[in-house]
């Protein structure tokens, strides 16, 4: 297994750009989410995902949103970048179960908005 | 909502003991996390609590006690390896997205 993949693994936009971070997992995990983690600070939920076709807003959507078509991919739109958003972005999932559902990350894209 | 705090950062020897606190704020407790951050990398999990008590888990251990909202990370016989970034995060009560609310790291520096 791959586990959770990311793409880009880098990018730089201009001011105003968009684009689309990639997210897919090969483990079958029911969960997803999107944070975003600036540096020397925590992560914050972007976006989640308890399934294909259901996503909710996190603690900062603002300036993203998200689909969830199949229950392997989870992209995350960025619309009119902002320096604000430069961060690093890590996508996770999980099993739906009780207990200790833990996150698997991916290896995060580095975004630089200029 | 959640308020996490941890230290921001912290300093050990190898081959000593160190202990790393999260205190926490909730409004509801489903649960609470650690994972292990080296520089440039993702988070990787370490340990899940959900009842009081001590849970070992090799030179890793962590402790939970909810009624005073408080849980450590113990990691003994320290290696340079385990110079990293530790994260406290709690599981939202009451909901079926497995959501966490994730503190800020103690970013750990082991020294010779």
């Known amino acids: 297994n791959a586990g959770v993949t990311q793409t880009p693994k880098f990018r730089i936009l201009k001011i105003g750009q968009s684009m689309t971070l990639q997210c897919t997992q090969d483990?079958?995990?029911?969960?997803m989410y999107w944070y975003r983690q600036d540096p020397g600070m925590g992560l914050k939920l972007i976006y989640y995902s308890v399934g294909a076709g259901i996503t909710d807003k996190g603690e900062v959507p603002n300036g993203y949103n998200v689909s969830r078509s199949t229950t392997e991919d989870f992209p995350l739109r960025l619309e009119l970048a902002a320096p604000s958003q430069t961060s690093v972005y890590f996508c996770a999932s999980s099993l739906k179960r009780t207990g200790g559902n833990e996150q698997f990350f991916g290896p995060g894209t580095r975004l630089t908005v200029l | 909502g959640q308020n996490i705090d941890q230290p921001t950062e912290m300093t050990a020897t190898e081959g000593a003991i160190v202990q790393i606190n999260c205190t926490y704020q909730?409004?509801?407790?489903?649960?609470l996390f650690w994972y292990q951050q080296h520089a440039g990398e993702a988070p990787t999990f370490l340990s899940y609590n959900v009842l009081d008590g001590l849970e070992e888990k090799g030179r890793f251990s962590s402790f939970l006690s909810r009624s005073k909202g408080y849980s450590y990370l113990l990691l003994k016989e320290l290696q340079m390896k385990d110079s990293a970034s530790y994260l406290c995060?709690?599981?939202?009560?009451?909901?079926?997205?497995?959501?966490?609310?994730f503190g800020d790291g103690t970013t750990l520096t082991v020294k010779p």
């Open positions: 483990m079958n995990h029911n969960y």
């Open positions: 995060a709690v599981r939202d009560e009451n909901t079926n997205a497995g959501k966490s609310t």
């Open positions: 909730t409004s509801g407790f489903n649960g």
